[in-house]
């Protein structure tokens, strides 16, 4: 069974600062993994999906990496914004039923104007 | 992109009742439909999957007869929570699989429900 961790749990930084959000998963056997964001009581929102076969994806401000073979995904947020506040979530659905995303728990950012 | 609602956004009831959560795929159809619970400070759990026309697949631990899932047309998916209790409190979401927009992975989420059980 997969297993999703995200650390921080919570982050705070000023407004402008280059920061990193980590995702790691148990099992390798990945059919991608994708980073989200959510506002508070609202749905998620799709930010980038990084194939297994892919090392990286790029969006904007956004670049999102991955390691299979230690189990890990980052998510780089470059000159981050007040707006940026948000939680961001990683899931890493399994080969064997890419439909089943299994969530981390979170990374609660908040980005000081 | 492909949008999907949710309805209601939020819910108040008293315990012992029964409250139904729609979710409908706007402009796509959705074969596939995923219903997740949410507790605050938490991530989202997978509670079922929706197929279009046949039983629903629910993950262990979710009780079937208490959480009614219905997938009755391809852009509507609901969720009855049957005599509900205050501990299914949460935050509901659902999401839905377009077939036609790249893959298996693209999946598009609601605006989820929030219910409260007094």
């Known amino acids: 069974k997969q297993e999703v961790t995200q650390i921080p749990a919570a982050l705070s930084v000023p407004e402008g600062e280059n920061l990193v959000l980590n995702c790691s998963f148990t099992?390798?056997?990945?059919?991608?993994l994708q980073w989200f964001r959510q506002d508070p009581g609202k749905g998620l929102t799709s930010l980038l999906l990084i194939q297994s076969s892919q090392r990286e994806q790029t969006s904007g401000r956004l670049n999102a990496s991955l390691d299979k073979s230690s189990g890990r995904s980052t998510l780089y947020i470059a000159a981050s914004q007040p707006g940026d506040s948000a939680t961001y979530l990683c899931?890493?659905?399994?080969?064997?039923?890419?439909?089943?995303?299994?969530f981390g728990s979170g990374t609660q950012l908040t980005v000081l104007p | 992109g492909a949008v999907v609602s949710q309805h209601p956004s939020r819910v108040i009831c008293k315990s012992g009742t029964s409250v139904k959560i729609e979710c409908r795929s706007l402009d796509f159809q959705a074969t596939t439909m995923f219903w997740y619970r949410q507790f605050p400070k938490q991530s989202l759990m997978l509670m079922a999957t929706s197929n279009e026309g046949s039983k629903a697949t629910y993950e262990q631990g979710v009780e079937k007869d208490k959480f009614l899932i219905n997938h009755a047309s391809l852009t509507l998916s609901t969720l009855t929570v049957t005599s509900a209790h205050p501990e299914d409190s949460s935050f509901y979401i659902c999401?839905?699989?377009?077939?036609?927009?790249?893959?298996?992975?693209?999946?598009?989420f609601g605006p989820g429900t929030r219910l409260l059980v007094l």
């Open positions: 099992d390798s056997a990945i059919y991608n």
């Open positions: 899931a890493a659905p399994l080969l064997g039923d890419a439909r089943q995303l299994t």
């Open positions: 999401s839905a699989r377009d077939p036609l927009a790249g893959g298996q992975e693209t999946q598009y």
